[in-house]
């Protein structure tokens, strides 16, 4: 597994002060989650986005002040939708200093032999995804995954399972995979989304738009609606991200409603 960086990246230090922000916080989630350790080689999911491009680069910025060793690597699944894709997520990546490896899969043409009417082709394109880099990381070496979801993106889903799926739950910053396998890792999950759109400008980062067929779902007008009841409270409570984050981290068992959980809450 070869170093992922060049040029700009070989530095060693943020090269500004949001940099230095969204460092600190990817810092933090690593801490206190140990997301990464000594000898790891991580599987890095790259779609092309400004949120997989600021992990990368970010990645690459701790490795290199990291107490001890560890690997990136950045792979683009290339599911056949746009023909264009992987040459020009690869290209802009290189800009940056960043090497990633475009690795094509049927996936298009899987998904198109397999929907059933009225079935959501989102859903099975990201299964499909999700179990090729599965497959890849204990093939490549790698004990981890690292995915790019921030904190956005888990408020959203929390939301989402509390009003439309009856269920307590977020995203994980860690979770093993059900076939023992894989780690799966969310460094960014401290990470607001305004910011990382505010670093892709700042490092002149374009996002790579991957042409695709199908229309955004239900799901996806769902998820609309809870980010914007996030925003509206953003206006006047600017700090709404911030206290659902430490809400996540101070759950009181006690004071749900789960027979299955524990009536044991000394805190």
């Keep these: 597994m070869t170093d992922v960086a060049s040029g700009e990246q070989g530095r060693g230090k943020p090269r500004s002060d949001l940099e230095h922000l969204i460092m600190r916080r990817v810092g933090q989630a690593i801490g206190d989650h140990r997301l990464i350790e000594a000898g790891d080689r991580i599987l890095v999911a790259v779609s092309g986005g400004k949120d997989s491009f600021a992990l990368l680069s970010l990645l690459e910025l701790h490795r290199r002040r990291f107490e001890h060793h560890f690997e990136l690597l950045p792979v ?19 800009a940056q200093g960043l090497e990633v490896e ?17 079935s ?19 093939e490549r070496g790698c004990n981890k995954i690292a995915l790019g979801h921030h904190l ?6 929390l939301l989402l399972n509390l009003f439309f799926t009856g269920q307590l739950k977020a995203m994980p910053t860690s979770l093993r995979s059900d076939d023992g396998r894989n780690t799966v890792i969310r460094p960014l999950l401290y990470v607001e989304d305004a910011l990382l759109k505010q670093y892709a400008i700042e490092c002149d980062f374009e996002p790579v738009s991957v042409a695709c067929p199908y229309v955004t779902g239900k799901t996806e007008m769902q998820r609309e609606q809870v980010r914007r009841l996030i925003e509206g409270m953003a206006d006047s409570h600017p700090r709404v991200r911030r206290s659902m984050l430490a809400a996540l981290k101070h759950v009181r068992p006690s004071h749900l409603l789960d027979h299955a959980l524990s009536r044991d809450d000394s805190g």
């Excluded at 959501?120 to 204990?138: E, K, Q, S, T, V």
């Excluded at 956005?152 to 889903?157: A, F, G, H, Q, V």
């Design 76 to 94: 683009f699944v290339d599911a056949g939708w746009d023909p264009t894709a992987g040459p020009r997520v690869k290209e802009r990546m290189a």
């Design 102 to 118: 475009v690795i094509s899969r049927g996936i298009k043409q899987c998904v198109e032999d397999k929907l059933r009417p009225g």
């Design 120 to 138: 959501n082709p989102c859903a099975l394109c990201a299964r499909l995804r999700r179990g090729f880099l599965y497959d890849l990381a204990p």
């Design 152 to 157: 956005d993106d888990t408020l959203e889903t």
